[in-house]
């Protein structure tokens, strides 16, 4: 059964770089032909997609609202992906997922339990 | 990109139907194939219902359904139940090639 995990710090402070990772287990990042990605929720709020990463690590997809301060990257050895965010604000404090999407398809079916980032001032 | 147009909240008696629309452009829900619903209950990460607008994965109940007509898509709970009472979320493939999601839907099982 697939796993995924998120960690990292769960404050930091505004203007610095926000940084996770998300752990896999039960199988590999390097199957072929998934994306993994990021997806944050501010409290009581929605869904907002991030970014993702095919499972090459050669090809990125980035929100346009955040793709100046995002950056996703793989490591295939320890079989994880991270997250990057600079310039942190208020506004980017959220409950932060990851999550695994089939190619050529809408199929996004696991999950991490999601992992509260806050943004102190 | 903006934020595709859910409803924020709909309501509905055990066993009844409900339906959540997902309005957005042509340029995501009305150019592809490409949506998906999600149901997250609260505290909770967000699970799966329909994909690619009216298929089921394995596992959830065929209560549930999806399709879409031009820019807007669907979702159907039929034979409504309390444990369906969680937030919905569609999400849509887009021509950037980036998602999108609505902005949520609350389901309350009166």
């Known amino acids: 059964q697939l796993q995924l995990q998120e960690s990292g710090p769960g404050l930091v402070k505004a203007s610095e770089t926000l940084s996770l990772t998300c752990t896999v287990s039960?199988?590999?990042?390097?199957?072929?032909?998934?994306?993994w990605g990021w997806i944050r929720q501010p409290p009581g709020k929605g869904l907002e997609w991030i970014g993702n990463?095919?499972?090459?690590?050669?090809?990125?997809y980035v929100n346009p609202s955040l793709k100046s301060r995002v950056t996703i990257s793989m490591d295939t050895s320890k079989n994880q992906f991270s997250l990057k965010l600079t310039s942190v604000t208020a506004t980017d404090t959220a409950v932060y997922y990851c999550a695994r999407r089939v190619g050529s398809s809408s199929h996004r079916d696991y999950w991490g339990q999601g992992t509260l980032v806050t943004v102190s001032s | 990109q903006s934020a595709l147009t859910q409803p924020a909240s709909v309501s509905g008696s055990p066993g009844q139907s409900i339906t959540i629309s997902c309005t957005g452009s042509s340029s995501d829900i009305g150019g592809y194939n490409y949506v998906s619903w999600f149901q997250q209950h609260p505290g909770k990460a967000p699970k799966l219902m329909i994909y690619?607008?009216?298929n089921r994965p394995s596992g959830v109940s065929n209560r549930f359904s999806g399709s879409k007509s031009a820019d807007t898509a669907s979702l159907t709970i039929s034979g409504l139940q309390a444990e369906d009472e969680a937030d919905y979320y569609c999400?849509?493939?887009?021509?950037?090639?980036?998602?999108?999601f609505g902005g949520g839907t609350k389901l309350t099982v009166l």
């Open positions: 990463i095919y499972y090459t690590g050669k090809t990125t």
């Open positions: 690619d607008v009216s």
């Open positions: 039960g199988g590999s990042i390097s199957t072929s032909y998934y994306y």
């Open positions: 999400n849509s493939y887009t021509s950037s090639s980036t998602w999108v």
